[in-house]
């Protein structure tokens, strides 16, 4: 199986700047893009940003300017660094990956999720 884990989240004051990191383990043979969502109380989990996996990225509108989304293929590790965090940043991020696992065949995957909290 595939195991991807978040990691990150903290307490933040507004302004301040937060990286969170994706690792992907398991049986693994291609990541294709990779994605960062989250999720605030009371609402919809949303799309922050993508990455494929020749490193083209797409952000949502709300992210642009000031998040950037990366990933290291060797290390099969995807990051956000996190700028200029507002009140609204607030969420549990959540990374999710395309992969395919050979006979396991191609599947989207997971994280458990990390904590951002932005103090205003």
């Known amino acids: 199986q595939v195991q991807l884990v978040e990691s990150g989240g903290d307490l933040v004051q507004a302004g301040g700047s937060l990286r969170l990191s994706c690792v992907a383990s398991?049986?693994?043979?291609?990541?294709?893009?990779m994605y960062w969502y989250r999720q605030a109380p009371g609402k919809q989990r949303e799309l922050v940003a993508g990455i494929s996996s020749n490193g083209r990225t797409d952000y949502a509108d709300f992210v642009k300017g000031r998040f950037t989304i990366s990933r290291d293929n060797f290390k099969k590790t995807m990051y956000l660094q996190m700028n200029s965090l507002k009140s609204e940043d607030t969420a549990v991020y959540y990374c999710?990956?395309?992969?395919?696992?050979?006979?396991?065949?191609?599947?989207?995957?997971w994280g458990q999720g990390t904590q951002v909290t932005v103090s205003s």
């Open positions: 398991g049986r693994i043979l291609i990541i294709y893009d």
């Open positions: 999710k990956a395309d992969v395919y696992s050979g006979a396991g065949g191609r599947e989207h995957y």
